[in-house]
Structures are given as structure tokens and as C-alpha cells.
């Protein structure tokens, strides 16, 4: 996309550049490459500025002073809102007609209509595709995966080997994500993919979103349960347990071997540390550094602290009624 289009759309203007360059991509601002655009307006993530390699970046004036030689300045109100903006250029293609039709590896067997599957996709050996399943193009699912009916693989999406998708499940919808100007609000457009390993199991009626750039990462041998919702840029480590009606909201990092209870929510750009167990109903509203514990509560608090405030107001409570 050429740079000249993005400052139009953006309703950037006085930008002196020396040629219309072309840009490949939109990215985080420490990920970001020579030929990608990127964005800050959250003094947190400065240091990344600094060391950025974007081609150009959207920036607020205080501090468009720590932008690096060799990266362009795009100086602008609100740089989310200008990323949001531009997502949209870079948006898949969703209504793509040509391409090389469906690879069906040795074994594989497919129930559903064929025209529900994408092109540039594969299928690997042995897997079964049942009734009413959509799978997207660009899609890459290995070998003796089972997939239920009509479960729902957007564009880009991979499974590994061995995994079990459960009815009505959804891979690789866009994740909730816009940016408000006034009472407006504007689509951020998701287009990186979601990447499941293998050996993992997914109930039924779980929503994994998409990431905004990059990917959605789930580890090996993790179990989902059902009625779960990943959000965008979730990354889900190997052998994480959670069990029904658990949400994650963006960017939340769960460790080795974690396991939530259900109907548990953790708030987003969160880390909970390897093998920490999340008890039912909690609220995880910070990140969790230390190991190997149990969290309980919401706000969250460890377990025997929880046991122990419940102790007293309980006693507190036995007292009251003897007066």
C-alpha cells in the first residue's frame, strides 16, 4: 500500500516525504519491520519507539521527538484511531473466487459441501470433515484432526495434528476491537490468523478470535471446554486447562499448564505465571507472577487469603445473629 493512500485516508497532510514508498504491512511498533507502518500513543511502550524498525509511525507531537532517524513521523491527534483506519486497506479478501482448490491428503475424508471449503487450503491424512463445516482459504489443518459439524474456520486459520473441534465452534472471527472519535466508532480491521498446535481439544460453541496483527497462539495438548471466548492476540501456552464459560479479553498470556475454573474472566494485556490454578468465578485483574499457586476471588487474591477473609466474616456474621 502506498504511503501517499494511507496519509489520504488518515487525513494526514504537510508530510515531506522523499518518495511514495511502499508499505507491506501494519504491525505492533516492537515487531514492526522496514517495510511495515505501526502506531504509539501510550508513553509505556516508549523504549519500543526508540528501538522500532517501522518504516513510518503514527505518533502524537509530545512524542514525536523519540521517533529513530529512517522511520517517518506520521503526527496525528489519535494514532489509534489512525491505525484503526488504516487496518482497513489491509483487510483480507474475503470474497477471493480463484486459487488452487483443496489439497485432501491420503485418508482424509470430507462430509460437508465441498464448495464450504476455500481455496489454497489443506486437509491432512486421515482427518474427517463433518456435515456443515466452512473452512476458509488459506487454511492449513493436519492429519488425524476431527472436525464436528458446522464449525466455522475463517481465512488464514492452522490446526495442527490430532485435534478435536467440537459443533458449533468458530476459529478466526475478527475480535471485538475499535477505536472512538467522539460518538464514532471505527472498525479495527483483524488480519493476522489463529495458530493451533497439536493435540488440542475445543468444545463446542467456543469463539477463538483472530489477532489484529500476527497470531492467536494455542499450545499443545490444551483443553477447552465449551462456551469459551479467546479473544484477539491470546496466547494460550502448552497444556492449559479451561473449562466453561471462561473469557479472555485481548493480548492475556496464560502460562504452562494454568488452569481456570469456570466461568472465570481475565482482564487483557495480563500474565498469569506456569502451573497457577484459577479457582471458579474469579476475576484475574492483574497479572500473576508467581508459580505453582491457587487465585481465588475478584478482585483476585490467593486462595488461602480468600479462606481466611471468609472465615472471619462468617464469624463476624455468627456473632451478629447471637445478639
Same mark, same amino acid.
Given at each position: /500500500? ?13 508530510? +515531506? ?9 501494519? @504491525? ?6 522496514? +517495510? ?14 526508540? !528501538? ?9 507531537? !509530545? ?26 486497506? =489491509? ?26 471449503? #476455500?481455496? !489454497? ?16 482459504? +488459506? ?8 472436525? %464436528? ?10 490446526? #495442527? ?19 472512538? +472519535? ?15 498446535? @497439536? ?17 492467536? %497462539?494455542?499450545?499443545? @495438548? ?24 471462561? #473469557? =479472555? ?51 483476585? /487474591? ?13 464469624? /463476624? ?7
Amino acid at each position: /500500500m502506498k504511503l501517499s493512500l494511507i496519509l489520504e485516508l488518515t487525513g494526514i497532510k504537510n508530510l +515531506d516525504i522523499d518518495e511514495d514508498i511502499d508499505i507491506k504491512n501494519i @504491525n505492533t511498533i516492537k515487531d514492526a519491520s522496514k +517495510d511495515e507502518i505501526s502506531f504509539l500513543d501510550n508513553q509505556k511502550y516508549l523504549q519500543d519507539l526508540k !528501538d522500532t524498525k517501522a518504516k513510518a509511525v503514527f505518533i502524537t507531537e !509530545d512524542l514525536k521527538q523519540f521517533v529513530p532517524d529512517g522511520t517517518y513521523a506520521l503526527q496525528c491527534k489519535n494514532p489509534y484511531l489512525a491505525m484503526a483506519k488504516t487496518t482497513k486497506l =489491509f483487510a483480507k479478501n474475503h470474497t477471493r473466487d480463484r486459487g488452487a482448490d483443496a489439497i485432501l491428503e491420503k485418508g482424509a475424508k470430507v462430509w460437508t459441501d465441498i464448495k464450504n471449503i #476455500g481455496y !489454497d487450503t489443506k486437509i491432512g491424512q486421515n482427518s474427517i470433515i463433518s456435515r456443515g463445516v466452512v473452512i476458509g482459504n +488459506d487454511v492449513s489443518i493436519g492429519k488425524n484432526c476431527i472436525i %464436528y459439524p458446522n464449525v466455522v474456520i475463517y481465512d488464514g486459520c492452522k490446526i #495442527g495434528d490430532e485435534c478435536i473441534i467440537h459443533a458449533n465452534t468458530v476459529i478466526g472471527s475478527d475480535g471485538f476491537g475499535f477505536a472512538v +472519535d467522539g460518538k464514532e466508532y471505527t472498525k479495527i480491521y483483524h488480519n493476522g490468523i489463529v495458530n493451533i498446535k @497439536n493435540n488440542v481439544e475445543i468444545g463446542s460453541n467456543t469463539s477463538i478470535d483472530r489477532a489484529v496483527f500476527d497470531e492467536t %497462539y494455542i499450545g499443545e @495438548n490444551v483443553r477447552i471446554d465449551n462456551l469459551v471466548h479467546i479473544a484477539h492476540n491470546c496466547y494460550i501456552s502448552e497444556g492449559c486447562i479451561i473449562t466453561g464459560q471462561c #473469557g =479472555f479479553a485481548g493480548s492475556s498470556k496464560l502460562g504452562e499448564y494454568v488452569i481456570v475454573g469456570a466461568q472465570s474472566g481475565v482482564a487483557g494485556h495480563l500474565q498469569i505465571a506456569p502451573f497457577s490454578t484459577i479457582s471458579a468465578r474469579s476475576g484475574v485483574t492483574k497479572t500473576i507472577t508467581k508459580s505453582h499457586k491457587q487465585w481465588t476471588g475478584f478482585p483476585i /487474591m490467593e486462595h488461602k487469603v480468600w479462606l481466611k477473609i471468609q472465615a472471619k466474616i462468617q464469624k /463476624m456474621f455468627n456473632k451478629n445473629l447471637k445478639k
